[in-house]
Protein backbone atom coordinates (compact mmCIF):
# COMPACT_ATOMS: atom_id res chain seq x y z
CA UNK A 1 0.00 0.00 0.00
CA UNK A 2 1.81 3.21 -0.75
CA UNK A 3 1.33 6.96 0.90
CA UNK A 4 -1.35 7.67 2.17
CA UNK A 5 -1.67 3.85 3.24
CA UNK A 6 -5.79 4.29 3.88
CA UNK A 7 -8.72 4.88 0.87
CA UNK A 8 -8.47 8.28 -0.54
CA UNK A 9 -11.56 9.13 0.91
CA UNK A 10 -10.01 8.73 4.64
CA UNK A 11 -8.26 11.28 6.30
CA UNK A 12 -6.73 9.78 9.87
CA UNK A 13 -3.73 12.34 10.99
CA UNK A 14 -2.45 12.39 14.51
CA UNK A 15 -1.97 8.45 13.95
CA UNK A 16 -0.70 6.45 16.94
CA UNK A 17 0.18 2.52 15.81
CA UNK A 18 -0.23 -0.33 17.98
CA UNK A 19 0.29 -3.92 17.47
CA UNK A 20 -2.35 -6.14 19.07
CA UNK A 21 -1.74 -9.77 18.37
CA UNK A 22 -1.34 -10.44 15.28
CA UNK A 23 -2.95 -7.07 13.48
CA UNK A 24 -1.67 -2.95 13.68
CA UNK A 25 -3.84 -0.65 14.75
CA UNK A 26 -4.14 2.78 13.62
CA UNK A 27 -5.48 5.34 15.91
CA UNK A 28 -5.84 9.20 15.22
CA UNK A 29 -8.25 12.26 14.74
CA UNK A 30 -10.63 12.43 12.08
CA UNK A 31 -10.52 15.05 9.35
CA UNK A 32 -13.37 16.20 7.49
CA UNK A 33 -13.27 16.43 3.27
CA UNK A 34 -12.13 20.02 2.19
CA UNK A 35 -12.76 21.29 5.77
CA UNK A 36 -11.37 24.70 7.51
CA UNK A 37 -11.05 23.09 11.05
CA UNK A 38 -9.24 20.42 11.94
CA UNK A 39 -10.31 16.94 13.25
CA UNK A 40 -14.23 15.81 13.68
CA UNK A 41 -16.43 15.00 16.55
CA UNK A 42 -15.97 10.79 16.22
CA UNK A 43 -12.95 8.72 16.18
CA UNK A 44 -12.50 5.81 13.68
CA UNK A 45 -9.84 3.10 14.04
CA UNK A 46 -8.08 0.79 11.13
CA UNK A 47 -6.25 -2.40 11.18
CA UNK A 48 -4.67 -4.55 8.98
CA UNK A 49 -2.68 -7.96 9.59
CA UNK A 50 0.51 -7.93 10.40
CA UNK A 51 1.74 -10.08 7.76
CA UNK A 52 -0.27 -8.00 4.81
CA UNK A 53 -0.30 -4.13 5.56
CA UNK A 54 -1.84 -3.85 2.41
CA UNK A 55 -5.26 -4.71 3.22
CA UNK A 56 -7.02 -2.53 5.90
CA UNK A 57 -10.07 -2.83 7.58
CA UNK A 58 -12.30 0.15 9.16
CA UNK A 59 -13.54 -0.60 12.09
CA UNK A 60 -16.20 1.94 11.99
CA UNK A 61 -16.71 4.91 14.80
CA UNK A 62 -15.11 4.18 18.13
CA UNK A 63 -15.59 7.23 20.63
CA UNK A 64 -18.57 10.45 19.88
CA UNK A 65 -18.55 13.99 21.49
CA UNK A 66 -21.87 14.44 18.91
CA UNK A 67 -24.53 12.59 18.33
CA UNK A 68 -24.86 11.34 14.96
CA UNK A 69 -27.69 9.01 12.65
CA UNK A 70 -26.16 5.84 14.45
CA UNK A 71 -24.41 6.31 17.23
CA UNK A 72 -25.18 8.66 20.50
CA UNK A 73 -22.43 10.88 22.09
CA UNK A 74 -20.34 9.20 24.81
CA UNK A 75 -19.77 12.63 26.38
CA UNK A 76 -22.19 14.66 28.45
CA UNK A 77 -19.74 17.67 29.92
CA UNK A 78 -19.12 18.37 26.17
CA UNK A 79 -19.73 18.26 22.37
CA UNK A 80 -16.02 19.61 21.05
CA UNK A 81 -14.01 18.62 18.67
CA UNK A 82 -12.24 14.69 19.43
CA UNK A 83 -8.20 15.61 18.66
CA UNK A 84 -5.31 13.10 18.50
CA UNK A 85 -6.54 9.67 20.77
CA UNK A 86 -3.94 7.45 22.13
CA UNK A 87 -4.96 3.71 23.08
CA UNK A 88 -2.72 1.28 25.25
CA UNK A 89 -3.93 -2.52 26.21
CA UNK A 90 -3.72 -3.48 30.29
CA UNK A 91 -4.29 -6.65 31.73
CA UNK A 92 -6.69 -7.60 28.63
CA UNK A 93 -8.40 -4.36 28.33
CA UNK A 94 -7.87 -1.63 26.12
CA UNK A 95 -8.23 1.80 26.66
CA UNK A 96 -9.05 4.99 24.93
CA UNK A 97 -6.90 8.18 25.81
CA UNK A 98 -9.07 10.96 24.55
CA UNK A 99 -8.26 14.53 24.25
CA UNK A 100 -11.48 16.92 23.45
CA UNK A 101 -10.15 20.79 22.04
CA UNK A 102 -11.31 23.50 24.98
CA UNK A 103 -12.70 20.51 27.58
CA UNK A 104 -11.12 17.75 30.05
CA UNK A 105 -9.83 14.98 28.27
CA UNK A 106 -11.26 11.23 29.33
CA UNK A 107 -10.81 7.75 29.06
CA UNK A 108 -12.86 5.21 27.50
CA UNK A 109 -12.49 1.17 27.90
CA UNK A 110 -13.13 -1.49 25.29
CA UNK A 111 -12.89 -5.52 25.64
CA UNK A 112 -11.98 -5.07 21.85
CA UNK A 113 -8.54 -3.16 20.08
CA UNK A 114 -11.02 -1.40 17.41
CA UNK A 115 -13.76 -0.69 20.04
CA UNK A 116 -16.20 1.05 20.26
CA UNK A 117 -15.33 2.42 23.49
CA UNK A 118 -17.26 3.49 26.53
CA UNK A 119 -16.96 6.22 28.79
CA UNK A 120 -15.06 5.34 31.94
CA UNK A 121 -14.33 8.56 33.17
CA UNK A 122 -12.83 12.23 33.36
CA UNK A 123 -8.90 12.11 34.17
CA UNK A 124 -9.02 12.17 38.12
CA UNK A 125 -6.53 14.15 39.74
CA UNK A 126 -5.41 16.81 42.43
CA UNK A 127 -5.14 19.83 41.12
CA UNK A 128 -1.24 20.00 41.54
CA UNK A 129 -1.03 16.96 39.30
CA UNK A 130 -3.23 18.68 36.54
CA UNK A 131 -0.84 20.19 34.31
CA UNK A 132 -1.55 21.81 31.21
CA UNK A 133 -4.65 23.42 32.70
CA UNK A 134 -5.80 19.75 32.67
CA UNK A 135 -6.64 19.54 29.38
CA UNK A 136 -4.12 16.63 28.60
CA UNK A 137 -3.48 18.23 25.36
CA UNK A 138 -2.37 15.43 22.60
CA UNK A 139 -2.04 12.51 25.37
CA UNK A 140 0.40 9.83 24.92
CA UNK A 141 0.40 6.44 27.52
CA UNK A 142 3.13 4.08 28.35
CA UNK A 143 2.72 0.51 30.19
CA UNK A 144 5.73 -0.13 30.82
CA UNK A 145 7.28 -3.81 31.57
CA UNK A 146 6.47 -3.74 35.35
CA UNK A 147 3.16 -3.00 34.78
CA UNK A 148 3.58 0.81 35.76
CA UNK A 149 1.45 3.21 33.76
CA UNK A 150 2.68 6.72 32.78
CA UNK A 151 0.86 10.00 30.61
CA UNK A 152 2.86 12.20 28.58
CA UNK A 153 0.78 15.47 26.91
CA UNK A 154 0.95 19.66 26.52
CA UNK A 155 0.88 22.48 24.42
CA UNK A 156 4.27 24.24 24.47
CA UNK A 157 5.34 22.43 27.67
CA UNK A 158 6.21 19.04 27.61
CA UNK A 159 4.58 17.10 30.63
CA UNK A 160 3.75 14.03 32.19
CA UNK A 161 2.11 12.23 35.10
CA UNK A 162 1.89 8.44 36.22
CA UNK A 163 -1.32 6.70 36.10
CA UNK A 164 -2.47 4.57 38.67
CA UNK A 165 -2.83 1.18 37.24
CA UNK A 166 -5.66 -0.25 39.52
CA UNK A 167 -8.40 2.46 37.88
CA UNK A 168 -6.22 3.50 34.43
CA UNK A 169 -7.96 7.24 35.43
CA UNK A 170 -6.31 8.44 37.97
CA UNK A 171 -2.99 10.85 37.76
CA UNK A 172 -1.01 9.66 40.88
CA UNK A 173 -0.38 11.91 43.51
CA UNK A 174 2.85 14.36 43.62
CA UNK A 175 3.64 12.07 39.86
CA UNK A 176 3.24 15.76 37.68
CA UNK A 177 6.37 16.69 36.16
CA UNK A 178 6.69 19.41 33.88
CA UNK A 179 9.56 20.32 30.90
CA UNK A 180 10.53 16.63 30.70
CA UNK A 181 11.93 17.92 27.65
CA UNK A 182 13.86 20.92 28.58
CA UNK A 183 12.96 24.19 26.61
CA UNK A 184 15.65 26.56 25.10
CA UNK A 185 16.34 25.18 21.32
CA UNK A 186 14.08 27.43 19.76
CA UNK A 187 12.51 25.86 16.80
CA UNK A 188 13.83 22.34 18.33
CA UNK A 189 11.54 22.71 21.27
CA UNK A 190 8.68 21.26 22.51
CA UNK A 191 5.13 22.08 20.72
CA UNK A 192 3.02 19.31 21.20
CA UNK A 193 2.29 15.21 20.02
CA UNK A 194 3.62 13.54 23.02
CA UNK A 195 4.19 9.71 22.07
CA UNK A 196 6.29 7.78 24.16
CA UNK A 197 8.07 4.06 23.01
CA UNK A 198 10.11 1.91 24.90
CA UNK A 199 12.78 0.30 22.82
CA UNK A 200 15.55 -2.10 23.59
CA UNK A 201 15.44 -0.38 26.80
CA UNK A 202 15.61 3.06 26.25
CA UNK A 203 12.19 5.12 26.65
CA UNK A 204 11.30 7.36 23.66
CA UNK A 205 9.48 10.17 23.12
CA UNK A 206 8.32 11.42 19.76
CA UNK A 207 6.75 14.93 19.43
CA UNK A 208 6.13 18.02 17.56
CA UNK A 209 8.54 20.56 17.92
CA UNK A 210 7.55 24.40 17.20
CA UNK A 211 8.39 24.57 13.74
CA UNK A 212 5.47 21.74 13.13
CA UNK A 213 6.14 20.37 9.66
CA UNK A 214 8.47 17.79 11.67
CA UNK A 215 8.72 15.10 13.79
CA UNK A 216 11.05 14.83 16.33
CA UNK A 217 12.63 12.65 19.35
CA UNK A 218 14.56 12.58 22.41
CA UNK A 219 15.61 9.97 24.44
CA UNK A 220 15.77 9.20 28.58
CA UNK A 221 16.80 5.41 30.38
CA UNK A 222 14.16 6.27 33.00
CA UNK A 223 10.15 6.72 31.58
CA UNK A 224 10.29 9.77 33.96
CA UNK A 225 12.84 11.68 31.88
CA UNK A 226 14.11 13.97 31.29
CA UNK A 227 14.35 13.50 27.43
CA UNK A 228 17.22 14.58 25.83
CA UNK A 229 16.94 15.99 22.27
CA UNK A 230 18.78 13.38 19.25
CA UNK A 231 17.13 15.06 15.99
CA UNK A 232 14.29 14.71 13.73
CA UNK A 233 12.46 11.36 12.13
CA UNK A 234 10.88 13.46 9.14
CA UNK A 235 10.19 16.99 7.92
CA UNK A 236 7.09 16.46 5.91
CA UNK A 237 7.56 20.40 4.48
CA UNK A 238 10.70 19.46 2.67
CA UNK A 239 9.66 20.21 -1.17
CA UNK A 240 5.92 19.44 -0.01
CA UNK A 241 3.08 21.63 1.30
CA UNK A 242 4.16 22.03 5.16
CA UNK A 243 1.40 22.12 7.91
CA UNK A 244 1.85 20.18 11.48
CA UNK A 245 2.87 16.76 11.69
CA UNK A 246 2.12 14.15 14.63
CA UNK A 247 2.65 10.51 14.90
CA UNK A 248 5.00 7.80 15.91
CA UNK A 249 7.49 5.02 15.30
CA UNK A 250 5.96 1.08 15.69
CA UNK A 251 8.02 -2.29 15.06
CA UNK A 252 5.57 -4.34 12.59
CA UNK A 253 6.92 -7.53 11.79
CA UNK A 254 10.26 -6.88 12.79
CA UNK A 255 10.54 -3.71 10.38
CA UNK A 256 10.16 -0.51 12.18
CA UNK A 257 8.32 2.30 10.52
CA UNK A 258 6.98 6.21 11.31
CA UNK A 259 3.33 6.56 10.56
CA UNK A 260 2.66 10.75 10.00
CA UNK A 261 0.43 12.52 8.03
CA UNK A 262 0.28 14.90 4.94
CA UNK A 263 -2.16 17.72 3.95
CA UNK A 264 -4.42 18.20 1.21
CA UNK A 265 -6.35 20.57 -0.41
CA UNK A 266 -3.93 23.50 -0.24
CA UNK A 267 -5.10 23.95 3.77
CA UNK A 268 -3.46 22.67 7.44
CA UNK A 269 -6.40 20.36 7.24
CA UNK A 270 -8.07 17.41 5.19
CA UNK A 271 -5.03 15.47 6.89
CA UNK A 272 -3.80 11.87 5.51
CA UNK A 273 -1.90 8.59 7.26
CA UNK A 274 1.65 8.21 5.66
CA UNK A 275 4.46 5.54 6.52
CA UNK A 276 8.20 5.22 5.93
CA UNK A 277 10.69 2.50 6.84
CA UNK A 278 12.83 4.02 9.62
CA UNK A 279 15.86 2.29 11.11
CA UNK A 280 17.31 2.49 14.99
CA UNK A 281 20.65 2.18 15.09
CA UNK A 282 22.70 0.40 17.85
CA UNK A 283 23.04 3.60 19.89
CA UNK A 284 19.24 4.43 19.79
CA UNK A 285 19.37 7.03 17.46
CA UNK A 286 17.34 7.17 14.33
CA UNK A 287 18.56 8.65 11.12
CA UNK A 288 16.25 11.01 9.37
CA UNK A 289 14.03 9.70 6.55
CA UNK A 290 12.81 11.57 3.60
CA UNK A 291 9.60 11.34 2.19
CA UNK A 292 8.62 8.81 -0.11
CA UNK A 293 5.63 7.50 -2.17
CA UNK A 294 6.25 4.27 -1.29
CA UNK A 295 4.44 3.53 1.90
CA UNK A 296 4.87 -0.05 3.13
CA UNK A 297 6.01 -0.94 -0.62
CA UNK A 298 9.91 -1.49 -1.29
CA UNK A 299 9.23 0.01 -4.80
CA UNK A 300 6.28 1.21 -7.23
CA UNK A 301 5.79 -0.36 -10.53
CA UNK A 302 6.05 2.28 -13.52
CA UNK A 303 4.11 0.17 -15.71
CA UNK A 304 1.07 -0.01 -13.53
CA UNK A 305 -1.09 3.08 -13.76
CA UNK A 306 -0.11 6.03 -10.91
CA UNK A 307 -2.55 8.19 -9.48
CA UNK A 308 -1.10 11.42 -9.90
CA UNK A 309 -2.08 11.89 -5.66
CA UNK A 310 0.48 9.49 -4.81
CA UNK A 311 3.03 13.00 -5.47
CA UNK A 312 5.57 13.04 -2.42
CA UNK A 313 7.26 16.28 -3.93
CA UNK A 314 4.81 19.27 -4.64
CA UNK A 315 6.91 22.39 -5.27
CA UNK A 316 5.96 25.63 -6.96
CA UNK A 317 2.59 26.07 -5.56
CA UNK A 318 1.22 22.64 -6.63
CA UNK A 319 -1.37 20.62 -4.18
CA UNK A 320 -3.13 17.49 -4.79
CA UNK A 321 -7.38 18.16 -4.13
CA UNK A 322 -10.22 16.19 -3.85
CA UNK A 323 -12.70 16.67 -6.52
CA UNK A 324 -15.00 13.81 -5.65
CA UNK A 325 -14.46 10.06 -4.09
CA UNK A 326 -12.72 9.24 -7.21
CA UNK A 327 -10.78 12.01 -8.33
CA UNK A 328 -7.91 13.42 -6.57
CA UNK A 329 -5.73 15.56 -9.18
CA UNK A 330 -3.01 17.18 -8.98
CA UNK A 331 -3.95 20.97 -9.45
CA UNK A 332 -2.55 24.52 -9.03
CA UNK A 333 0.10 23.76 -12.21
CA UNK A 334 1.80 26.48 -12.72
CA UNK A 335 5.18 27.25 -15.35
CA UNK A 336 7.75 26.22 -12.88
CA UNK A 337 6.04 23.94 -10.74
CA UNK A 338 7.88 20.23 -10.11
CA UNK A 339 5.62 17.10 -9.36
CA UNK A 340 7.52 14.02 -7.76
CA UNK A 341 7.01 10.42 -6.99
CA UNK A 342 10.21 8.26 -4.95
CA UNK A 343 10.72 5.24 -5.91
CA UNK A 344 10.25 3.22 -9.26
CA UNK A 345 11.50 -0.23 -9.87
CA UNK A 346 12.36 -0.26 -13.44
CA UNK A 347 13.23 -3.17 -13.95
CA UNK A 348 16.62 -4.55 -15.07
CA UNK A 349 15.37 -5.91 -18.75
CA UNK A 350 17.38 -3.26 -20.91
CA UNK A 351 16.29 -3.36 -24.78
CA UNK A 352 17.88 -0.66 -27.41
CA UNK A 353 15.56 2.31 -27.89
CA UNK A 354 12.53 3.96 -26.33
CA UNK A 355 9.59 3.23 -24.06
CA UNK A 356 6.33 5.51 -24.18
CA UNK A 357 5.09 7.68 -21.47
CA UNK A 358 1.40 9.02 -20.96
CA UNK A 359 -0.44 10.66 -18.32
CA UNK A 360 -4.24 11.56 -18.05
CA UNK A 361 -4.88 15.59 -17.64
CA UNK A 362 -8.05 17.91 -17.52
CA UNK A 363 -7.14 20.41 -19.64
CA UNK A 364 -7.83 24.16 -18.80
CA UNK A 365 -7.37 25.98 -22.12
CA UNK A 366 -3.47 25.83 -22.31
CA UNK A 367 -0.62 24.17 -23.58
CA UNK A 368 2.79 23.03 -21.64
CA UNK A 369 5.70 20.65 -21.15
CA UNK A 370 6.35 18.30 -18.82
CA UNK A 371 10.12 17.33 -18.33
CA UNK A 372 10.59 13.72 -17.00
CA UNK A 373 13.58 13.63 -14.95
CA UNK A 374 15.19 10.97 -12.81
CA UNK A 375 16.37 11.35 -9.54
CA UNK A 376 16.69 14.98 -9.56
CA UNK A 377 14.12 17.73 -9.97
CA UNK A 378 17.09 20.36 -10.51
CA UNK A 379 19.95 18.27 -12.09
CA UNK A 380 18.43 14.96 -12.73
CA UNK A 381 19.08 13.26 -16.15
CA UNK A 382 16.07 14.27 -18.79
CA UNK A 383 14.91 10.88 -20.43
CA UNK A 384 11.89 12.81 -22.40
CA UNK A 385 9.42 15.51 -22.72
CA UNK A 386 5.60 15.30 -23.11
CA UNK A 387 3.19 18.63 -24.08
CA UNK A 388 -0.09 18.75 -23.00
CA UNK A 389 -2.70 20.48 -24.63
CA UNK A 390 -5.54 22.26 -23.82
CA UNK A 391 -8.35 19.85 -23.06
CA UNK A 392 -8.87 16.64 -21.29
CA UNK A 393 -7.27 13.66 -22.50
CA UNK A 394 -4.79 10.85 -22.71
CA UNK A 395 -1.18 12.71 -23.64
CA UNK A 396 1.73 10.82 -24.99
CA UNK A 397 5.66 10.46 -25.42
CA UNK A 398 8.60 8.64 -26.32
CA UNK A 399 10.94 8.83 -23.41
CA UNK A 400 14.34 7.57 -23.18
CA UNK A 401 13.94 3.27 -22.01
CA UNK A 402 15.08 2.96 -18.35
CA UNK A 403 16.37 0.58 -15.93
CA UNK A 404 17.18 -0.02 -12.39
CA UNK A 405 15.51 2.58 -9.58
CA UNK A 406 14.75 5.80 -9.94
CA UNK A 407 12.74 8.63 -8.46
CA UNK A 408 11.06 10.44 -10.95
CA UNK A 409 9.79 14.24 -11.26
CA UNK A 410 7.68 15.66 -13.92
CA UNK A 411 8.70 19.57 -13.96
CA UNK A 412 6.18 21.85 -15.56
CA UNK A 413 6.55 24.61 -17.87
CA UNK A 414 3.95 26.32 -20.20
CA UNK A 415 3.97 26.53 -24.20
CA UNK A 416 3.80 29.37 -25.59
CA UNK A 417 6.58 32.14 -26.59
CA UNK A 418 4.40 35.24 -28.17
CA UNK A 419 3.82 38.67 -27.30
CA UNK A 420 1.49 37.16 -23.99
CA UNK A 421 3.56 34.51 -23.10
CA UNK A 422 4.10 36.10 -19.30
CA UNK A 423 0.31 36.13 -18.98
CA UNK A 424 0.59 32.11 -18.74
CA UNK A 425 3.10 32.58 -15.41
CA UNK A 426 0.23 33.03 -13.36
CA UNK A 427 -1.96 29.75 -14.86
CA UNK A 428 -2.80 26.67 -13.84
CA UNK A 429 -1.75 25.04 -16.90
CA UNK A 430 -3.93 21.92 -16.23
CA UNK A 431 -4.74 19.11 -13.76
CA UNK A 432 -2.80 15.52 -13.79
CA UNK A 433 -4.70 12.74 -12.86
CA UNK A 434 -2.39 9.31 -13.53
CA UNK A 435 0.59 8.55 -15.37
CA UNK A 436 1.85 5.52 -16.45
CA UNK A 437 5.35 3.96 -18.42
CA UNK A 438 4.82 1.20 -21.36
CA UNK A 439 7.52 -0.73 -22.56
Not at 159 to 183: L, T
Request: with cysteine.
Amino acid sequence: MPNPILPPWEYIPDGEPRVFGDRVYLYGSHDRVGGDWFCDYKLKVWSAPVKDLNHWTCHGHSFHTRPDEDHRADTDWTDHELYAPDVVEKDGKYYLYAYILWAKGCVGVSDHPEGPFRLLSRYQYEEADGGDEGIFNDPGVLVDDDGRVYIYYGFEKSHMGEINAENMVEIKKGSHIADVIAPGMGEADFFEASSPRKVNGRYYLIYSPRKGNRLAYAISDRPTGPFERKGYIIDNGVDYPAGNNHGSICCIDGQWYVFYHRMTNGTLTSRRACVERIEILPDGTIPQVEMTSLGFEESLNPYQIIPAELACVLKGGCIITEKDTYTRPVTNIYSGAVIGYRYFDFGEDYSEGTMEFSVRAEGTGCHSVLHILLDDYENGHEIGRCRIGMHDGEYTARVENVTGRHAVYFKVEHDYDGWFKDCFEQRNLFDMISFVFKK
